[in-house]
């Protein structure tokens, strides 16, 4: 175990019965967890040129990932969040559809962009992310997560899509 990894609490039965919510909030509290981790994240690729950071949380590792490692940083938000022209991908959830979005100049035609997220669970989101970025001209070589939930299926169900993607957890549960 890290020593980041204490900073990490489960809250039992969140937000429905027997779910139990990893919260970062404390490790993002503690400057040198939050550092540590968002240098480890950073170093699972070290060739890209941008970092891209999924909303809300995933936000937090990547902007940081990007500061540590002086590359810019990319926004995937939700629908209606940015201000200037975007493009979009929709993706199914467990009951509906939802839409992420990112600036039409966020990327250049073969820009390498390592893209974290807080959790991987079942893909959904992380496949969408993979989409959007493709459809803007970006390559992702790597996704990067601070907790991969490894029963939920997310990294085959990536990886049937995106095969020679390379996915890092620091957590597998």
């Known amino acids: 175990m890290n020593d980041w990894q204490i900073h990490i609490r489960e809250i039992r039965d969140f937000p429905s019965p ?36 999924v ?20 926004p995937v938000r939700k629908k209606g969040k940015l201000p ?40 959904g989101t992380i496949a969408a992310a993979l989409r959007l970025l493709q459809k803007a001209g970006a390559k992702v070589s790597t996704v990067a997560v601070l907790l991969e939930i490894v029963e939920l299926g997310g990294r085959a169900k990536i990886m049937q899509e995106f095969p020679n993607l390379k996915i890092e957890a620091l957590i597998k549960e």
């Open 18 to 53: 027997g779910i139990i919510f990893r919260d970062i909030t404390p490790l993002i509290q503690n400057p040198k967890a939050l550092l540590e981790v968002s240098k480890a994240l950073s170093d699972f690729d070290t060739e890209a040129n941008l970092v891209a950071g």
């Open 84 to 123: 200037f022209t975007t493009i979009e991908e929709s993706y199914g959830l467990e009951y509906g559809r939802d839409v992420i979005q990112i600036h039409t100049d966020a990327v250049s035609k073969n820009d390498q962009v390592l893209l974290i997220d807080d959790v991987l669970a079942t893909g």
């Open 55 to 74: 909303e809300a949380r995933g936000f937090i590792f990547a902007t940081g990932a990007a500061l540590i490692s002086h590359r810019g940083f990319i």
